[in-house]
Nanobody
Framework: QVQLVESGGGLVQAGDSLRLSCAAS????????MGWLRQAPGKEREFVAA????????YYADSVKGRFIISGDNAKNTVYLQMNSLKPEDTAVYYC?????????????????WGQGTQVTVSS
């Protein structure tokens, strides 16, 4: 199975940038999509961004489009989420996840493997 570990979260001010990293501790040959999802207190977990390895395709939620960039380093088995122009509404626990499916990246329930999450807090 795939094991994931997130890092890079923290407390920043609105307008600042952060880069989250997700390192896979196991082989990822069976993974088709790597995703970043987030959950704010009292809210449902929501899709943020995803990277389809086959075709090097990226997908973004409307709320982060133009501000966040997902990328990866296959040699290091690591996926990144560059977050720019952060807003207070971006505050959440961010989770890295991996899916064996290639077309359900928007659905949190479609991801088979999850990291423990990293807290991102954006103050005004």
């Amino acid at each position: 199975q795939v094991q994931l570990v997130e890092s890079g979260g923290g407390l920043v001010q609105a307008g600042d940038s952060l880069r989250l990293s997700c390192a896979a501790s196991a082989r990822t040959f069976s993974v088709y999509v790597m995703g970043w999802l987030r959950q704010a207190p009292g809210k449902e977990r929501e899709f943020v961004a995803a990277w389809r390895w086959n075709g090097d395709r990226t997908y973004y939620a409307d709320s982060v489009k133009g501000r966040f960039i997902i990328s990866g380093d296959n040699a290091k088995n690591t996926v990144y989420l560059q977050m720019n122009s952060l807003k207070p509404e971006d505050t959440a626990v961010y989770y890295c996840a991996a899916s064996r499916r290639g077309n359900t990246y928007y659905d949190p329930g479609s991801y088979a493997y999850w990291g423990q999450g990293t807290q991102v807090t954006v103050s005004s």
